[in-house]
């Protein structure tokens, strides 16, 4: 893929070797860094050679720096796409200072922003009895259960919404909250920022209107476990190579 140019079709990024003929896209711009992105309409016809493949598709398809930036040119391609009328009056948005945009009509301005989501893999025991609080959201592909995630409220801090979300999902409390370190996550425009925590007290017990199954998991019984693209799944590796070492 180009390093200065992106296209995407609807939310389908076009894979392509070598130079790509110009595109008649429906929107574009340039990311601070100065790459062009561009998005094409759907009835778009496809040049020969591209393939248009879903974010998560990609992955397997690009190094990991191709791919982050990929996600990065989507979340800023939706961010526009969200922004076009102003959320004060409803007139439509001109470009402001720096990246922002600027209501002519009323002067509010908005930059470009994203929604924060706390994700926390909680742990508790030693040895070969250590064990990890994993859930299933009925989104997950068979099999599968991960860390519990949710988005922050506004006014609250990280490690509120930690608690907040561990108590609501899964009816515990946790203690000694570790930054472990955040994802951009394109799906369609969040930052997650991971944490681990161990295990206070309660009784685990899944919010049926969030969560399908959760369990307490040890290394001789874990599950199938999310994709290699997501934080959740480098916290789980994390923890388990730290258990392998003591
Ligand atoms: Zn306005």
New binding site residues.
Partial sequence: MSEARIVYQGDRLWLFAGPLPEVQAEVSLTLPEGILVERVAEEHPLPEGVEALGLREAFDRLDPEAWARAGRAYQWLEWEAGHR???????E?APGEGHSLE??????TVFPSNATAVIVLIQRGEGSARAWALARSPHFKPGVYSAVAGFTEPGESLEQAVHREVAEELGLRVQNLRYFGSQPWPFPNGLMVGFTADYLDGELKPNPDEIEDARWFTRADLPLLPSALSIARWMLDAALAESDQG
């Fill in positions: 009328f102003c959320g004060g009056c409803g007139r948005l209501c002519p009509a009323c002067g509010l």
